[in-house]
């Protein structure tokens, strides 16, 4: 087995106040896609958002790489190898997509920001024919695809994606998890991924945590997950075969709206 | 006719000063946050420090140079002893504004009070008289013209071109996500205080030389003026900034050529009123 990308072991954090989430604990191997699941205001972004270094830890501790990033300010997160894109402001709106990407290469050296570049473009080919237009009047599904060309700049070990489908059109979320996501995790970097598009998640994670209250309710692969009657229970909430239809439609419900 | 064309080579020397400082302006709150009214303060202390060297027998380009180093180091400082403590302590925005007004009395008094209250210039000639088709400029006017525009050439290939302007232009824009690409957002916002503070003492000095004579309050109605024209072109957007300036500068100065001279001010903010009534993002939005 390889060694952890990422440990988050005991994160507890919030925003003043009561913390939002409590002594949370998950792992995520290179290579791997590890989804967190769980109903809004279970604490998925605020365990990103400690992850990455936006919000600080009242207690716990991260390590990625071996290198312990508790509480490390977000610019060392960077970089330190952590590409982290949140739900909401996920592009720098005023720039092209071009100094998008030059952002995210802020930390590569000049002369190979080209190549990166080509290589972003190759895992996003649409991104290559709007280069030069302002990422805030991209559509919700570009702008996306840019926030993760953005990180993908970056090289980084281990991505932070917060909600990537979140009014998204359905198709467009499928081909976004199914393709792009999954092609980050190919470049041998480890992706922990927050979605409340439970059953689409699921079919590309290797490992998947459930939340809850802001705190770990379960964990397991996803075949393990969806055979488990305490997820069926908790999470999808009733008789399994029921809850499972009822998380299809919603999914599409979700993305019907976008 | 005449009247007119006079009016706007007044109205292009003015924009010329004003463009400068309302770029300078818009590029420190863009970045930094802070509306800082203590501005036209540091300009003037910037227009002191030019002063003291061209006394002590400098050419007016080295008090020039003298003016930017000053303006870079007296903003520098207002950011570390100032700005910066407050904005840790979680001051409001609007806190900041009171704060920085506070800091532009303190200013302007410490140098009335090492000055006195006498007006002083440069020594320095305003050099032949140029007709140019009908606009009539000095020598030294169309060297202000020309170092505003080499600063706006300057600014823009800096925003465009260079890692740096990049990197200002993100943390303005989001400094969160800029921080999460890696980029040292506090290093930014340092280096920014003390780009624009140079740009404060480099329009503080062509302010003063333009006008003749100035004392320690001299740039206090000047303020207003920078505001309109950054509000004028959008909050926070360099481009609307320099925009922004050209109408102000040439609006009140073509309208002090057909009214009374002491209503240009109302005019500035008559012509900021009936743009943000039409575009309420001024000019150009509020990105930069």
Sequence with gaps: MSADALTATGVTAGYGGDPVIRSVTLRAQAGQIVSVVGPNGSGKSTLLKAIAGVLRMSAGKVVVAGRDLTNAAAEVVA???????PQVDDVFAPLTVRENLEMGGYLVARSAVPDRMEHVIEVFPRLGSM????????????????????VLMLAPSVFLLDEPTANLAPAIARTLLEEQVTTLARSDAAVLIVEQRARAVLAVSDYTYVMGGGELRLSGTPAELTESPAFVESF????????????????????GKA | MSLLLASVGFGLVTSAVLAIAAVGFTLQFAVTDVLNL?????????????????EAGASIWVAIVAAMAAGAVLSAVLNYVVYTPFQ???????????????????????????????????????GKTHDLGGLILTTVQLIIIAISLVVMVGVYAMLRYTKLGKAMRATAANRMLARSCGIRAGRVIAITWGLTGALCGLAGTVFAIDVGSFNASSTDIFLILILAAVFLGGPGNAYGAMLGALVIGLGTEVSAAYIDADY??????????AMLAVRPTGLLGAAT
């Design chain 1, 79 to 85: 970089r330190s190898g952590v590409g982290y894109v």
């Design chain 1, 131 to 150: 280069l030069r237009r302002q990422a805030g009047k991209l559509s919700g599904g570009e702008r996306k695809m840019l926030a993760m060309g953005r």
């Design chain 1, 236 to 255: 999808l909430g009733g008789h399994r075969d029921q809850a499972i239809q009822r998380s299809e439609a919603d999914d599409h419900a979700d993305t």
């Design chain 2, 38 to 54: 203590a501005f036209a303060a540091v300009m003037t202390a910037g227009a002191f420090a030019a002063y003291l060297v061209n």
């Design chain 2, 88 to 126: 840790r302590r979680g001051a409001a925005p609007i806190t900041l504004v009171i704060i920085s007004l506070g800091t532009a009395l303190i200013v302007e008094f410490g140098i009335a009070a090492l000055a006195g209250g006498i007006n002083v210039s440069y020594l320095m000639s305003q």
């Design chain 2, 264 to 273: 240009k001010y109302v005019v500035a903010f008559v012509i900021l009123l």
